[in-house]
Each structure stands twice: as C-alpha cells, then as structure tokens.
C-alpha cells in the first residue's frame, strides 16, 4: 500500500466567510474520502452545508448540491473557467526572458464564452456521435482482446489490465500519438494530476511545458505529413479566420493529452467495482445486455468523478452564501448526483432510474468527451460480462483510491472461477 498523502495545510479563514458555512475536507487527502469516496460524499450530504468552504488547498469553496452545481455551471460570467485570470497569466507572460518557449494554456477548457466557443468549435466535428459510432467496432474489438488476455489467470488487477489501456489507446490512436509510449504519456498525466492541486502559476508552466514536450515531435511531424487523426485535422484549423499555429496547436493539446489519457479510466474503474461487488446485477445484465445502457447511465451517476474548479469572477451572494472575486469554487459533480433533494434514495443503485446525472456537466464546458466515454464504458462492460464468468473483488486485496479532480481506483483486484 502506498503511503497517504497528507493533509495540506489549514489557511486562515477570510472575513466573508462565516463559520456556519465552514467544514473541514480535504478533496486530495481526507482519509475517509480516499477510502471510500462516494460513502465519504454520502456522509458529506449528512454532516455538510450544501454549498460549504475548506481552509485546505489554498481555501476554497465546495459545490455540494446538485443546484449549486447546475447554476454555476451555466453561469460563466460569475464562475470562470479562468482559474487563473488571463490578466495575471499576461502579466507573468511579458516577464520571461526573450526566447524563452511558448507557455501552453489549456484551452478552451480554461478560458470563458465567446473566446471559449470559438476554440470548442473545431473539436465538436471529432468528437460527434456519428464520429465516435465509426469507432465503435474497433472499441470493441481491444476490449475483447485486453480481457482475453486477463482471463486465463482467473484474476487480474482490472487498472492496469483493461480500464487503463483501452481508453489510453483508443485516444492515443484518435489522437495521432504513438500508442507504444503510452506508459511514457500515462506517467506524465499522472504526476500532472497528483500535482494539480498547487496553485502556483510557475509551477503549472513546468507542467504544461513537459507535457507539450513530449509531443513536439508529433506535432511537428503531423504539420508536415498529415494522417487522419485529430493533431493533422487541428492544423488544417483557422481560429478567428487565422491558420493554426504552433502556440495554438499546444494550447489545444495540453488539454486534450491530459483529459484523454485519465478522464474514462477513472469511469470504467468504478463501474467495473459496482459489477464485481453486485453479482445480482451481473445475472440481470447477462440474462438482457439490452439494459447495459441504462445500467452504465445509473453508474455514471452513483459514481460521478469529476471535480471541475472555477474561480468567483465577481462578488456575489449565491446560494446564500458570499463570495468575493478571486475565490476558488469546486464543482463537486459527485456531490451534485448523491443529493437526495435531487434523487430519491441516492445512495441506492436503480438499475432503470429515469432521473437524468450531471455526470458531464453543465452548460458551455458540457464534456466534449461524453460521447466517446458511453461508447467505452458500455463496450467494456458488455465483453466483461460476455467474455467473463461471474467475477468478484479479489477477497486479499483491498480498493485503493485517490482523490483530486478526478476521483477513482488506482487498484482495483477481481477474481473469477
């Protein structure tokens, strides 16, 4: 077992901040959380404000509710996808030495309407429905392979094995990177997402520049020798009526490497654990695979993953609650589809609840994604429970998770006759 990451420290709490809507949780490193994250979300419901502030990670405030999380999702004027503004990225910019390398900014994840728009608009195409579906069979055809090969052994640790490499490399592929680096790729999105919760803007530099780094070949190479992946179809891009260029090009990819290499693995992972410790749900499933669908919808939401982060763009009052310019807002997807003034019984698994998850998002940051991770999470578990006997947690190993902007397991051991 890994050695647990301690508790950052306390900060002091500001003025606009009563002690009423203050409670103490650390989204990276609370011991219960990393334990179990979605009890430790169900406990929060129960012991929380549904919009509260932590003094941990710098101080910020939790979006617990399913409302909260809706409203500010769709309100970009007041909740900036600018975590840091581009006034002080600018200003920081204008002080680097001449000749030092382009800064990579993750657009358009962080930047807002109209400017966020613009930028989305090129990537819609890629990621349509009618785009993913044609990828559907291939989908399918590596998570047969990937769950073939871990079958003889009658167990496996499921990370690794399958939830890692099949969304790592159908992104790899869709993307134009060598799918024999992707170990290489995975560590550097690994410690990018460890480290995410360090604030300084120097230190978001270094990484956005390693992770550009690793790419520059390809991006250079796919200027001059476009294939059909999405790098060469970007370069073939104008933005605001401007051929793409290389600061842009990065600007895309740093958020696209990061998003595509974590993101489902985390999804697939949780869903798979709900199917190990529920063999009642697998009979069900295997007896109509009809129902994977809906059974993949319902496991989306009991197992929600994403913490997006904002910042307070204005003062406001909002859900009750001030808060100044400057603050920083968590999104807490997770929360928002355990809140039982939304869902009744949240903490159950139903199997054809009609109630729709937020699982993706709201309004104009909606994941870009979501298309292509239904595909993979519904293939996987239909060759899982096609390909599989009935499996079941391993009883010698236990689940171990980890907190952050994406929630999930980083082992998660199955057995199986």
Same mark, same amino acid.
């Given at each position: 077992?890994?050695?647990?990451?301690?508790?950052?420290?306390?900060?002091?709490?500001?003025?606009?901040?009563?002690?009423?809507?203050?409670y103490?949780?650390?989204?990276?490193?609370?011991?219960?959380?990393v334990?179990n994250?979605?009890?430790?979300?169900?406990?929060?419901?129960?012991?929380?404000?549904?919009?509260?502030?932590?003094?941990r990670?710098?101080?910020?405030?939790?979006?617990?509710?399913?409302?909260a999380?809706?409203?500010?999702?769709?309100?970009?004027?007041?909740?900036?996808?600018?975590?840091?503004?581009?006034?002080?990225?600018?200003?920081?910019?204008?002080?680097?030495?001449?000749?030092?390398?382009?800064?990579?900014?993750?657009?358009?994840?962080?930047?807002?309407?109209?400017?966020?728009?613009?930028?989305?608009?090129?990537?819609?195409k890629?990621?349509?429905?009618?785009?993913?579906?044609?990828?559907?069979?291939?989908?399918?055809?590596?998570?047969?392979?990937?769950?073939?090969?871990?079958?003889?052994?009658?167990?496996?640790?499921?990370?690794?094995?399958?939830?890692?490499?099949?969304?790592?490399?159908?992104?790899?592929?869709?993307?134009?990177?060598?799918?024999?680096?992707?170990?290489?790729?995975?560590?550097?999105?690994?410690?990018?997402?460890?480290?995410?919760s360090?604030?300084?803007?120097?230190?978001?530099?270094?990484?956005?520049?390693?992770?550009?780094?690793?790419m520059?070949?390809?991006?250079?190479?796919?200027?001059?020798?476009?294939?059909?992946?999405i790098?060469?179809?970007?370069?073939?891009?104008?933005? +605001?009526?401007?051929?793409? @260029?290389?600061?842009?090009?990065?600007?895309?990819? /740093?958020? &696209? $490497?990061?998003? =595509?290499? !974590?993101?489902?693995?985390?999804?697939?992972?949780?869903?798979?654990?709900?199917?190990?410790?529920?063999?009642?749900?697998?009979?069900?499933?295997?007896?109509?695979?009809?129902?994977?669908?809906?059974?993949?919808?319902?496991?989306?939401?009991r197992?929600?993953?994403?913490v997006?982060?904002?910042?307070?763009?204005? +003062?406001?009052?909002?859900? @009750?609650?001030?808060?100044?310019?400057g603050?920083? /807002?968590m &999104? $807490?997807?997770? =929360?928002? !589809?355990?809140?039982?003034?939304?869902?009744?019984?949240?903490?159950?698994?139903?199997?054809?609840?009609?109630?729709?998850?937020?699982?993706?998002?709201?309004?104009?940051?909606?994941c870009?994604?979501?298309?292509?991770?239904?595909?993979?999470?519904?293939?996987?578990?239909?060759?899982?429970?096609?390909?599989?006997?009935?499996?079941?947690?391993?009883?010698?190993?236990?689940?171990?998770?980890?907190?952050?902007?994406?929630?999930g397991?980083?082992?998660?051991?199955?057995?199986?006759?």
């Amino acid at each position: 077992m890994t050695q647990a990451r301690p508790l950052s420290p306390a900060v002091a709490r500001p003025a606009h901040v009563t002690d009423a809507v203050t409670y103490d949780f650390d989204m990276f490193a609370d011991e219960a959380y990393v334990k179990n994250p979605h009890d430790r979300i169900l406990d929060l419901h129960k012991n929380a404000p549904p919009v509260f502030w932590t003094p941990r990670n710098g101080g910020h405030w939790m979006l617990l509710s399913h409302k909260a999380n809706f409203d500010a999702s769709r309100d970009v004027e007041t909740f900036s996808s600018e975590v840091i503004p581009q006034a002080q990225v600018q200003a920081m910019l204008a002080q680097r030495p001449p000749g030092s390398p382009h800064f990579p900014q993750p657009w358009p994840i962080n930047i807002d309407p109209p400017l966020h728009t613009m930028h989305r608009a090129p990537l819609q195409k890629a990621f349509s429905p009618k785009a993913i579906m044609a990828l559907k069979d291939s989908i399918r055809e590596l998570a047969g392979e990937l769950i073939d090969a871990m079958k003889p052994a009658g167990t496996a640790e499921f990370v690794s094995a399958v939830a890692e490499p099949l969304p790592v490399q159908v992104f790899l592929k869709m993307f134009g990177l060598p799918v024999e680096r992707q170990q290489e790729y995975r560590q550097v999105v690994k410690e990018h997402m460890e480290s995410i919760s360090v604030s300084d803007p120097r230190a978001v530099m270094m990484r956005m520049l390693k992770i550009t780094a690793i790419m520059r070949d390809t991006l250079l190479d796919r200027k001059e020798n476009p294939k059909d992946d999405i790098i060469s179809m970007l370069w073939q891009t104008e933005i +605001d009526g401007k051929p793409m @260029g290389m600061d842009e090009m990065e600007n895309f990819c /740093v958020v &696209l $490497f990061a998003a =595509g290499l !974590d993101t489902v693995v985390n999804g697939i992972s949780l869903g798979a654990r709900h199917l190990a410790d529920h063999p009642e749900l697998q009979r069900e499933l295997r007896a109509d695979p009809t129902l994977i669908s809906a059974a993949t919808e319902e496991m989306l939401r009991r197992y929600t993953f994403t913490v997006p982060p904002r910042r307070v763009n204005k +003062d406001t009052e909002f859900h @009750g609650v001030t808060m100044k310019a400057g603050d920083k /807002v968590m &999104l $807490f997807l997770p =929360g928002a !589809d355990l809140d039982s003034r939304e869902y009744a019984n949240p903490e159950q698994y139903q199997l054809k609840r009609e109630t729709v998850h937020i699982a993706f998002g709201a309004g104009p940051h909606r994941c870009l994604g979501s298309h292509l991770a239904r595909v993979e999470l519904n293939v996987v578990y239909e060759e899982m429970l096609a390909r599989l006997p009935e499996f079941r947690l391993a009883s010698d190993k236990e689940v171990r998770y980890h907190g952050g902007h994406v929630v999930g397991p980083d082992e998660l051991w199955l057995s199986w006759n």
